[in-house]
């Protein structure tokens, strides 16, 4: 029987606001089509989890009773390149996810090992089936430390604030939605920094294998290049 050829894995963690996802996207897109890669955003599992079970989940809740809770979600991963799209029980999540109050919700439920455990064994299930490029906290220093290649993307707090505010006024244009103020962004960005930083469950911080690339002065395109200069030189 011929065996099915090894999956390939690509890891982008970095902190909130430093451009994991749309990098990761377009790094899955530019590398050869024949590789298969996807994109998996597992900072949105985090946030559909956030979203789906209630932001004050892993407070009120048992440890059973979120366990239960927890294995009514099922998530999948369709597509490649630009293209893949997460899937949370059948359906993929929405903008309703994007919030901030969402964003810090994810946060504090990133520091309840239940929920860490539920979505490590997900994120793993889906690297045995795809090639993926995979962005979040600790792709490459928990879920997937055997990768092929890792990168650790950084900023300075206040670049990340202005990026993000870009980012939801763009997505508010022509709407009535409100768009917090820079300073507000800058203080959740740091008050996220140091709860991811100094969790006790899988504290954000570089593999000790990483790439480490801090985009604070560079154009997004100048990231890329760097992410795929160090892809072709370990993988093609």
């Known amino acids: 029987m011929q065996r099915a050829a090894p999956k390939i894995i690509i890891t982008l963690d970095g902190p909130a606001g430093v451009g994991k996802s749309s990098l990761g996207k377009e790094l899955a897109n530019a590398l050869p089509p024949e590789l298969g890669l996807a994109f998996l955003d597992t900072g949105a599992m985090f946030r559909a989890t956030a979203y789906f079970l209630g932001e004050a989940a892993g407070e009120a809740d048992g440890p059973d009773s979120l366990a239960a809770r927890l294995e009514k979600l099922d998530f999948t991963l369709r597509g490649s390149g630009e293209a893949s799209e997460l899937l949370c029980n059948g359906r993929v999540p929405g903008r309703e996810i994007r919030s901030e109050s969402i964003g810090a919700a994810a946060s504090r439920l990133a520091l309840n090992r239940e929920v860490r455990d539920f979505l490590r064994k997900a994120q793993q299930k889906i690297g045995a089936q795809y090639s993926l490029v995979a962005e979040g906290r600790d792709m490459g220093t928990v879920v997937f430390p055997s990768a092929d290649c890792k990168f650790f993307l950084d900023a300075r707090p206040e670049v990340r604030a202005l990026r993000r505010r870009n980012q939801l006024l763009n997505q508010n244009a022509g709407k009535d939605a409100p768009v917090p103020d820079l300073e507000c962004i800058e203080r959740l ?33 100048e990231v890329l290049a760097k992410l795929l200069a160090e892809v072709r030189k370990k993988l093609l």
């Open 189 to 221: 960005i740091r008050q996220r920094d140091e709860q991811d930083r100094q969790r006790a469950l899988a504290p954000l911080r570089p593999a000790e294998d990483a790439v480490i690339i801090d985009t604070s002065d560079l154009e997004r395109a």
